[in-house]
């Protein structure tokens, strides 16, 4: 098969964020529709450069790169691996990247994901990353997608390291406990937003859908 070069771009995407659904690759490929972007995820899996798998009841398929499509991207060869506890929360981190594209016009690009931020810490102690990160307009802005309250310390520390680090932090929540807890540190640490993940899914389905 001759590979195009959003065929490149949709492994560089799954890639970065371990998986994707079709309906990231839908939106973030610029597809015209679900029939299109499944015949493309279709042509890639029997080229053998994309899997496809059902994770957990009640979620779509879960497109990963196979060891032949890490070999195309000349990246590290070894399986990612899913996390079965962090599936939904990954899903809506792709959902808050597309967000961010579409609101903000900020490029693929000039996003940072988790693991990469983790591949340029290299070896050594695992430390706290976003979940992704991106510059625009010349200020670094991190996004965290926080799904459940969290251990008080655990999460200022979090806070803390973003406040020393970036221009800005966006917290994506769910959850009035999250929520709660949250704005708790916003005072303190100056460069805190806040958006609820309802309005990210509600921004994304009125614009997608």
């Not at 991190?142 to 655990?154: D, F, N, Q, S, Y």
């Not at 806070?159 to 303190?188: C, H, M, P």
């Amino acid at each position: 098969m001759e590979l195009t070069d959003r065929d490149l771009y949709i492994l560089r995407l799954v890639f970065k964020f371990r998986f994707c659904l079709g309906r990231h690759v839908r939106v973030l490929g610029g597809f015209s529709g679900a029939r299109a972007t499944d015949r493309r995820l279709r042509v890639l899996i029997d080229g053998g450069y994309l899997s496809r798998k059902k994770y957990l009841y009640g979620l779509p398929y879960l497109y990963t790169l196979t060891h032949k499509g890490r070999i195309l991207l000349g990246v590290n060869k070894r399986e990612d691996k899913i996390r079965i506890d962090k599936i939904t929360h990954d899903i809506y981190v792709l959902d808050t990247v597309i967000y961010f594209i579409a609101k903000h016009n900020i490029s693929f690009d000039d996003i940072e994901s988790e693991k990469e931020l983790h591949i340029k810490d290299g070896f050594g102690a695992r430390k706290h990353q976003p979940d992704f990160v991106f510059i625009t307009g010349g200020k670094k802005y991190a996004v965290e997608i926080e799904l459940h309250p969290k251990g008080k310390e655990r999460l200022e520390k979090n806070i803390r390291d973003n406040y020393l680090n970036y221009d800005s932090q966006v917290w994506i929540v769910e959850g009035s406990k999250t929520l709660a807890q949250i704005q708790g540190f916003a005072d303190k640490y100056s460069n805190v937003e806040i958006i609820r993940l309802e309005g990210v899914l509600e921004y994304i389905k009125e614009r997608y859908s």
